[in-house]
């Protein structure tokens, strides 16, 4: 996956602020959907999905931003591999998701589409969601409409969860917390009533998150920055093979098998790594948001838990 080296970067769709909304309890599903959901041990904790923040009372203070998003202005500066690189891919992939769906959902479902950002953090940041600490790992907050991310997420993703140290792997797990903004807009995240098992409210709202991750691939290479040019120049069918790893190990039976050696799909809440994959691939494959629906009874694209 290459950035578009001329392609100039609107950095204030990534806010280098340190906090954000106060709140009360922790974060909780519907309130937020993340990458990850069952509680990972390895001697530290690896994440946590949202759906197992609560105990937790009044907003942390945040532990400061791991960058400058103000500095990154042009493609380039997103296809290296140091940390401000990173950021600034950060800056460059919500720059093409967020344009894709702001002609995409309108197109499809004549709402307006409404920009938000992405907030990296580093340690702990309070959300409009409640508080939160980078073992969450990525999520989206609908309260406040914010995407929160601490970006170490990637290091924990790549080197103990077996992810591979890649672009596309990210812009997956970036495109994903999009989709629930894109639910969000729709009303979707509010149909969530059974929280846990394989065709559980909770896995059909990740797994579509999954899929519209796969929607945004089908056509991130003709997003386009303010002065027309192409954000993303380059993107294989070996990047795209890297993001479905990806969604294999965060599905929660891998999840499950790495952490106490059983399965136990009545405890699933993000889907497994099959539905996880499949789900992506209707995306990728159909490219709409009508095919992701998968609240609607009649979807017949609905990942199986095998």
Known sequence: MRFNPRARLDSSQV???GGGGGGGGGIGLPLGGGIGGIVVMILLVVFFGPSVLGGQSGPSSSGGSPGDASTCTSGEQANGSSAGDRLCRLVAITD???????????????KQYTQIVTRPFSGSVSTGCGSATSDAGPFYCPTDQTVYLDLSFF???????????????????VAHEYGHHIQNQLGLMGKVRTQRGPNSDSVKLETMADCLAGVWTKNATTTQDADGNVLISDLTDADID?????AKVVGDDAIEKRTSGQVDEEQWTHGSSAQRVAAFKVGLQYGTIDACNFFDASN???PAAG
């Open 155 to 173: 290091d924990t993703l790549f080197t103990q969860l077996g992810g591979k140290d890649t672009a596309f792997t990210e812009a997956y797990v």
């Open 242 to 246: 890297e993001g479905i790893a990806a």
């Open 15 to 17: 806010s280098s602020a």
């Open 96 to 110: 093409s998701v967020q344009a894709f769906w702001a002609t995409e959902l309108p197109k499809e479902t004549g």
């Open 300 to 302: 017949q694209h609905y």
